[in-house]
C-alpha cells in the first residue's frame, strides 16, 4: 500500500500506460479519478479498479479545451477531499515526413501533448498547494530526447514536455511539490500502429526493435506503470525534475 491516502487525478487514463498506471494506483491504495476524452473506456477502466476492491470513478475530459481540463480538476479536489497527485498521459501520435507535414497535424500534436500539459498544471497546481504538497507527473517519450525520423512533431511535442516540467518542478518547489517526467520507449499498445506503419510493418518493426532495443523487445504497459507509482509515492520524496525512462535499454 504504497499510495495509501493518496488522492490522484490521471488525465488521459483510460486506456494503454494509463489504464495500467490507474489499476497499480488503486492497488497500492490511492484513491483516484480517471479522466479522458473516450470516457466509456474510462468508465471501464474504473468498473473494473472497483470491481478489484479499489477506489475509481471516471469522468470525460479533453485536454484541448481548457475549461474541460479546469473543471475536472476542480471537480477531482471536491470529490476526493483534497488532491496530492496528479498523472497526466494524454498523449496523441502522428508520422511523417516533415514536407508533407502540415500545420493543423502539428498543432494538434502540441495541443494535446504540451498545452493539455500546461492545462493541468496550471489548475492542479493550486490544489496540491493547498493540499501542502504532492507529486506531478508528466509523459514524454524517449523521442522527446532522442528524436525519431518520421516522428518530428511528436518528438519536439514531447521535448517540450521535457523542458516545461523541468522548469515546473523549480517553480513548484518551493510549495514541496515535485513534477517528474516518464520518457517510456518502445511500449506495445495501439498507440504505435501510425509509426509501426511508416517503418514498413509489423515484421519490420520487429526487426528495428531487435536492433535497438538492448532487452530485445517492445515493454509492455505493465512494465512502465510502476514508475509512476514509485514518482507519487513517499520513497521518491527526493525525486524532482527528473526524466526516468523505461525503455529496454535503448537510451545509453
Ligand atoms: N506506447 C508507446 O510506445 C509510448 C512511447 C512513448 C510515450 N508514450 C506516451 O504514453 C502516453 C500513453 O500512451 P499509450 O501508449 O498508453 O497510448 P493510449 O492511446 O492507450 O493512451 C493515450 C490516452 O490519451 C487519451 N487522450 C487522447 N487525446 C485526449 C484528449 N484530447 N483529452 C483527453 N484524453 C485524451 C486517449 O483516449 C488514451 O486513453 C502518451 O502520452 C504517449 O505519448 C507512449
Not at 491516502?5 to 488525465?11: D, P
Not at 474504473?46 to 478489484?52: D, G, H, T, V
Not at 515535485?178 to 511500449?187: A, D, K, T
Request: aromatic share 8%.
Amino acid at each position: 500500500m504504497r499510495l495509501s491516502g493518496k488522492r490522484a487525478l490521471l488525465i488521459g487514463a483510460a486506456t494503454g500506460i494509463g489504464r495500467s498506471t490507474a489499476q497499480d494506483f488503486a492497488r497500492e491504495g490511492a484513491r483516484i479519478v480517471i479522466a479522458d476524452i473516450y470516457f466509456a473506456e474510462a468508465e471501464r477502466t474504473a468498473a473494473s479498479i472497483r470491481a478489484n476492491g479499489g477506489q475509481a470513478h471516471a469522468v470525460a475530459c479533453d485536454v484541448c479545451d481548457e475549461q474541460s481540463v479546469q473543471r475536472v480538476v476542480e471537480d477531482a479536489e471536491k470529490s476526493l477531499g483534497g488532491l496530492d497527485t496528479l498523472v497526466f498521459l494524454a498523449g496523441l501520435q502522428r508520422i511523417g515526413h516533415i514536407e508533407a507535414f502540415d500545420s493543423q497535424t502539428w498543432d494538434a500534436l502540441f495541443h494535446v501533448n504540451v498545452r493539455g500539459t500546461f492545462f493541468a498544471i496550471k489548475y492542479a497546481s493550486p490544489a496540491l498547494k493547498r493540499a501542502g504538497g504532492g507529486s506531478i507527473i508528466t509523459t514524454s517519450s524517449l523521442a522527446g530526447l532522442r528524436g525519431a525520423a518520421g516522428m518530428t512533431a511528436y518528438a519536439a511535442a514531447k521535448g517540450a514536455v521535457i523542458a516545461f516540467t523541468v522548469a515546473m518542478a523549480q517553480e513548484l518547489a518551493p510549495f514541496h511539490i515535485r513534477v517528474n517526467s516518464v520518457l517510456p520507449g518502445w511500449i506495445d499498445t495501439p498507440f504505435n500502429a501510425p509509426s509501426i506503419e511508416l517503418m514498413g510493418g509489423v515484421a519490420a518493426h520487429a526487426e528495428v526493435i531487435k536492433r535497438v532495443v538492448p532487452l530485445g523487445r517492445q515493454g509492455t504497459p505493465e512494465e512502465v506503470s510502476p514508475i509512476y507509482v514509485f514518482l507519487a509515492s513517499e520513497e521518491a520524496r527526493y525525486i524532482t525534475a527528473k526524466s526516468m525512462m523505461v525503455d529496454g535499454g535503448m537510451a545509453h
